[in-house]
T-cell receptor
Framework: GAGVSQSPSNKVTEKGKDVELRCDPISGHTALYWYRQSLGQGLEFLIYFQGNSAPDKSGLPSDRFSAERTGGSVSTLTIQRTQQEDSAVYLC???????????FGEGSWLTVV | QKEVEQDPGPLSVPEGAIVSLNCTYSNSAFQYFMWYRQYSRKGPELLMYTYSSGNKEDGRFTAQVDKSSKYISLFIRDSQPSDSATYLCAMKGYNQGGKLIFGQGTELSVKP
């Protein structure tokens, strides 16, 4: 695709439910990132993929958060037993080896009620 | 102390003004420095990318990096109302891949 695509763009869920957020990176990009942005805050790193491997998952805030990437392309971020503090924008980004220009999607806006 | 510090603003300037946005950082391993622009309810858009120390100019935008002071700046000349957005600095170490560390973002408003 032309850019990083994320879905859903908006999600409202009840506390305690599980949610899945999807990211489709730019075609050919080998590296993929997930970030979280709370209202009025900067971007908080969650996890980084190179291919299907995650060499850095240090930003995942708890074991309720997990992510996978298959086929070196699409990635899914899963949040189990959602809490109100999980409400944020979840941003995905991608890039390719040999460059440090990292491109972001529009984000998935998650609200936990 | 955060690895990257950025004044959150908000910053309000009249149209045509020169805007200076700044970040300081603590990690001397950072080699790659970026500025992103983020409009309301949109994803961050890469604006400028600089490697190591020095200046880089692109139209009305100039990015400066001073590694000795651990200080980076973005200057916007002849600012326009369309420049109103949040500006985020970001940086990373030498290694390929690896995570970007972001500042908190500065909210800029350019008044006509």
């Amino acid at each position: 695709g032309a850019g990083v695509s994320q879905s859903p763009s908006n999600k409202v869920t009840e506390k305690g439910k599980d949610v899945e957020l999807r990211c489709d990176p730019i075609s050919g990009h080998t590296a993929l990132y997930w970030y979280r942005q709370s209202l009025g805050q900067g971007l908080e790193f969650l996890i980084y993929f190179q291919g299907n491997s995650a060499p850095d998952k240090s930003g995942l805030p708890s074991d309720r958060f997990s992510a996978e990437r298959t086929g070196g392309s699409v990635s899914t971020l899963t949040i189990q037993r959602t809490q109100q503090e999980d409400s944020a924008v979840y941003l995905c980004a991608s890039t390719t080896l040999g460059t440090n220009t990292i491109y972001f999607g529009e984000g998935s806006w998650l609200t936990v009620v | 102390q955060k690895e990257v510090e950025q004044d959150p603003g908000p910053l309000s300037v009249p149209e045509g003004a020169i805007v200076s946005l700044n970040c300081t950082y603590s990690n001397s391993a950072f080699q790659y420095f970026m500025w992103y622009r983020q409009y309301s309810r949109k994803g961050p858009e890469l604006l400028m990318y600089t490697y190591s120390s020095g200046n880089k100019e692109d139209g009305r935008f100039t990015a400066q990096v001073d590694k000795s002071s651990k200080y980076i700046s973005l200057f916007i000349r002849d600012s326009q109302p369309s420049d109103s957005a949040t500006y985020l600095c970001a940086m990373k170490g030498y290694n390929q891949g690896g995570k970007l560390i972001f500042g908190q973002g500065t909210e800029l408003s350019v008044k006509p």
